[in-house]
C-alpha cells in the first residue's frame, strides 16, 4: 500500500526565509510518480511538479527547488526567500501513474509566511 | 480556454438525505477524478470517469456514486449522507492521451452535513 507523510502539520516564518516542506512515502511499486500541490485559500489544488521514481535530479523553478532521494524515500520542497504570497497549504502526493491517477496525499503542511 | 467549474460552492444538508454535486471539466478534457477532503486531511481519491465509465475506484462505500456525461462534465452523487461526509468535494480533470495529461482541479464545494 502506498502512504505519503508529511510530519510538519504547521511551519511559520518571516518574509524572505527559506523554508523546506518535508515528504517521505512508501510504496512497493518500482515505477512511481511524485507531485507536489499547493492549496491557497480559494481551496483549488495547483499543480507545482511531478517527478518519475527513475529521475533523481534535483529541480529548480524560480524561488521552488525540489530534493528527491529515492534512498531515504522522500522529496522534500524548499521555498527560497518566501513571500507573503507563498502562504498555503501544500501536499505532496504519490501515484503508479504519470497522469497523477488516484493521488494518494499526505496530510499537508499549513505555510503562514508573514511580513 | 476555461478552467474546472464545480457548482454549488456551498451545500447544507442534514443527515439521511441524497446530493448531487456538478463538474465541468476543462476544455478538451476527458477524464474526471473525485476526491473528498476532509477539514485538515488531504483530499482522498473517490472514483474516476473517463468516457462515461467509472474507471477506477478508492475505498468509498457504493452510496457514492457518479455520472460522466458526453461532454465529459460529471457528477457526485451521494446517498443517505453521514454527519462524516462533511468535506470539500474536489473535482480534477484531464485528458488522458497524449504527453501532458496533468490534471486539474476545481475549487470544490464544501458540504455540510448537520
Known amino acids: 500500500a502506498q502512504k505519503v507523510t508529511q510530519a510538519q502539520t504547521e511551519i511559520s516564518v518571516v518574509e524572505k526565509e527559506d523554508v523546506t516542506l518535508d515528504c517521505v512515502y512508501e510504496?512497493?511499486?518500482?515505477?512511481?510518480?511524485l507531485f507536489w500541490y499547493k492549496q491557497p485559500p480559494s481551496g483549488e489544488l495547483v499543480f507545482l511538479i511531478r517527478?518519475?521514481?527513475?529521475?533523481?535530479q534535483n529541480e529548480i523553478s524560480g524561488r521552488y527547488s525540489w530534493n528527491f532521494q529515492k534512498s531515504t524515500s522522500s522529496f522534500n520542497f524548499t521555498i527560497t526567500a518566501s513571500q507573503v504570497v507563498d502562504s498555503a497549504v501544500y501536499f505532496c502526493?504519490?501515484?503508479?501513474?504519470?497522469?497523477?491517477?488516484?493521488?494518494?496525499f499526505g496530510k499537508g503542511t499549513s505555510l503562514l509566511v508573514t511580513p | 480556454e476555461t478552467g474546472v467549474t464545480q457548482s454549488p460552492t456551498h451545500l447544507i444538508k442534514t443527515r439521511g438525505q441524497q446530493v448531487t454535486l456538478r463538474c465541468s471539466s476543462q476544455?478538451?478534457?476527458?477524464?474526471v477524478s473525485w476526491y473528498q477532503q476532509a477539514l485538515g486531511q488531504g483530499p482522498q481519491f473517490i472514483f474516476q470517469?473517463?468516457?462515461?465509465?467509472?474507471?477506477g475506484r478508492g475505498n468509498f462505500p457504493p452510496r457514492f456514486s457518479g455520472l460522466q456525461f458526453p461532454n465529459y462534465s460529471s457528477e457526485l452523487n451521494v446517498n443517505a449522507l453521514e454527519l462524516d461526509d462533511s468535506a470539500l468535494y474536489l473535482c480534477?480533470?484531464?485528458?488522458?492521451?497524449?504527453?501532458?495529461?496533468?490534471?486539474?482541479f476545481g475549487p470544490g464545494t464544501r458540504l455540510t452535513v448537520l
Open positions: 480534477a480533470s484531464s485528458q488522458t492521451s497524449g504527453r501532458r495529461n496533468e490534471q486539474f
Open positions: 510504496t512497493r511499486d518500482t515505477t512511481y510518480y
Open positions: 502526493a504519490l501515484s503508479e501513474d504519470f497522469s497523477g491517477y488516484a493521488l494518494n
Open positions: 470517469y473517463y468516457r462515461e465509465e467509472e474507471n
Open positions: 517527478r518519475n521514481s527513475f529521475d533523481e
Open positions: 476544455s478538451g478534457h476527458n477524464t
